[in-house]
């Protein structure tokens, strides 16, 4: 299994080039689905699912030249035969997982039957700040926004470590090294606070940060 985990998309040349190597071949051929779920879950969902689907934010994923896109939505999935999405899926060489709120897209993940092929896929996974902090064993209470009908925190736990993203964000002042700090002394495990300029690459179980920002790991 291979992760992309990004704070904010494929920022720079180390993340692009990181994400490249994972694909094993150039972007332009490759196929991807891209996944905007998680951002219908807090305010201006809507707007920022087109912004992330057409390539308009400021999180590079779906602009980056792709052979083949295709949107996967995963609240449509329960209600339709799995024979119409999941063969798609499996076929892909990339998810690009869009932000937004990370205990959602769990839920979704889950409802969808995504998070049970997740381990089995061959595609590469980018997740982008929830998309990333999905694939944790917890987020924190620091992150709970959306709350799913069995409460608490707990994510997908295919890593083993925890992820506070865009960190030292001009547009987020509470996103700041000491507030990380609070919420690693919190968490069970390791736990990753990253700039927008950083990522991890996880292949099978090895870790390895890319950045050209500004992280910090906490040890439990």
């Known amino acids: ?26 972007i332009a051929e490759s196929s991807a689905l891209c ?3 998680a ?14 689907i057409s390539g308009q934010s400021s999180t590079p994923m779906c602009e980056l030249g792709w052979k083949s896109l295709g949107v996967l939505e995963l609240t449509a999935l ?8 999941v063969p798609r899926v499996k076929e892909t060489d990339v998810l690009l997982v869009d932000g937004g709120d990370p205990l959602y897209l769990c839920y979704w ?4 039957g995504l998070a049970d092929l997740l381990p089995s896929l061959n595609a590469v996974y980018v997740g982008l700040s929830a998309g990333s902090m999905v694939m944790a064993p917890n987020i924190g209470e620091f992150f709970v926004g959306w709350t799913p009908p069995t409460g608490g925190d707990e994510t997908l736990g295919l890593v083993d470590f925890a992820i506070f993203p865009h960190l030292d964000h001009e ?5 700041t090294m000491a507030a990380a700090e609070r ?9 990753y606070a990253m700039d927008d300029q950083t990522a991890i690459k996880v292949i099978d179980g090895a870790v390895e940060v890319v950045s050209e920002g500004n992280w910090k790991l906490f040890s439990p």
């Open 1 to 26: 299994m291979k992760l992309l985990l990004t704070s904010a998309g494929i920022q720079n040349k180390s993340i692009h080039d990181a994400l490249v190597d994972m694909l094993g071949k150039p």
């Open 35 to 37: 996944i905007p779920t």
């Open 39 to 52: 951002v219908y879950a807090i305010p201006g969902g809507a707007g920022n699912a087109w912004r992330f």
């Open 78 to 85: 329960p209600s339709i035969d799995d024979e119409l999405w």
């Open 109 to 112: 993940m889950r409802q969808s």
């Open 171 to 175: 547009m987020l002042p509470y996103n």
């Open 183 to 191: 919420w690693a002394a919190g968490m069970q495990g390791p736990a």
